[in-house]
């Protein structure tokens, strides 16, 4: 879903209604009864907030899968963004008309362009290593195989009474165990550099969000958080600071005056920071962000307080936190480029969880770990 924003104060040229050509042409599904225009006391996203235009399912920065359910149809686009990106999407551009053409070139420059570059930026730096991770995929999956071989003799050998049977069976084992251990290295590497590839591409992203030069607020606010979710993506810790609290806090007290992707972006993050239970109604509420703080923890997890083991795992992966005031509520597995795996509700008190992977494919992925009080915590492991 996508949604005009008909709230736009830096550009209130930008309605709905000046886009009926559009919408004629077949650009947008329209409906009707949801793009009169009305003021909203509450703010975008509020249940006096037109839902419009809705024609597909868009996505979130690092494509977080949380555009569904009740935040489906509740993003705010600016228009001029909008159409932008639908003209990017279109496969003949000359064959469009000379009014969309001129408009997309003119603003490839400015800030609404650049935004667009920075997403397109995020979605190939994913994309560059996904040969590395199909490699690191191959690897695993060759590995487990050796592992299931080392086993297999291992059963054969205990049962063998005959030494020099035995002899040959101990030294085909320990050909394999180099086989792996070597295999395991260039698992290793390769996921190091993987990794450091794509905090370099991430990197200079980073660097062209910041180069953006904007009078508009919200997308000044679009920025900070484009910061703060490409900082998280390098160093794949996903845990919110103070000081990225209270930058949350700053959105949610604008959220009513202004629109914008930022303060969804916004909101996304507080998703993925486990306050999935707030609709935007009370994301535009200046207080609600510091009230959940204040109910979670003044503390967050210490990274090391989390352990996640064995790591290569193939079957069963150990989750134990060390800090008894700490309660595992969900677990969630998240592929590389931060997709929704699956998820798993934790109703044990104990502080050591066992998790099944057999499910899952080989390869990279991050473990989400949510804690009672809200917090959450994540670790990166290697499935083979």
């Not at 508009?216 to 810790?237: C, G, P, W, Y």
Request: with cysteine; hydrophobic share 40%.
């Amino acid at each position: 879903m996508f949604i005009i924003n008909s709230q736009d104060q830096q550009h209130p040229e930008y309605t709905p209604s000046n886009f009926s050509e559009l919408v004629n042409d077949g650009w947008f599904e329209h409906q009707t009864e949801s793009a009169i225009p009305i003021i909203c006391p509450n703010g975008p996203g509020s249940g006096d907030f037109p839902k419009t235009f809705p024609k597909e399912e868009d996505y979130l920065i690092a494509n977080n899968g949380f555009d569904y359910g009740d935040a489906a149809g509740s993003r705010i686009w600016s228009a001029r963004r909008q159409l932008y990106r639908e003209i990017s999407r279109q496969d003949n551009f000359d064959s469009l008309p000379l009014l969309f053409q001129n408009y997309y070139v003119s603003q490839s420059e400015t800030s609404v362009g650049q935004f667009e570059q920075v997403e397109a930026g995020i979605e190939q730096a994913f994309s560059s290593v996904t040969p590395l991770n199909e490699s690191i995929t191959t690897w695993t999956f060759l590995a487990d195989s050796i592992n299931q071989m080392i086993a297999s003799l291992l059963e054969v050998y205990l049962l063998e009474t005959d030494s020099s049977v035995k002899l040959n069976i101990l030294l085909q084992i320990n050909d394999y165990k180099t086989e792996l251990d070597s295999l395991l290295e260039v698992v290793e590497v390769t996921y190091t550099t993987m990794i450091d590839s794509l905090g370099i591409r991430l990197a200079l992203v980073d660097d062209l969000n910041g180069a953006i030069v904007s009078d508009s607020l919200f997308e000044r606010i679009q920025q900070d958080v484009n910061h703060m979710a490409l900082a998280k993506m390098m160093t794949s810790n996903f845990t919110l600071n103070a000081s990225e609290m209270e930058l949350l806090d700053s959105l949610a007290a604008v959220c009513s005056l202004f629109g914008g992707e930022g303060i969804y972006r916004a909101r996304s993050l507080a998703l993925i920071f486990g306050l999935e239970n707030h609709r935007d109604d009370s994301l535009c509420v200046p207080s609600m962000l510091p009230r959940v703080r204040e109910q979670n923890s003044n503390t967050q997890i210490q990274s090391s307080a989390l352990s996640v083991y064995p790591n290569p795992a193939s079957h069963i992966l150990h989750i134990f936190v060390a800090d008894p005031d700490y309660k595992v509520a969900e677990i969630r597995i998240l592929d590389i480029l931060g997709n929704v795996i699956n998820k798993f509700a934790n109703t044990s008190v104990d502080r050591s969880v066992d998790l099944e992977i057999n499910q899952i494919y080989k390869g990279i992925y991050r473990l989400e770990v949510k804690f009672t009080n809200g917090m959450v915590n994540s670790k990166i492991f290697l499935k083979f």
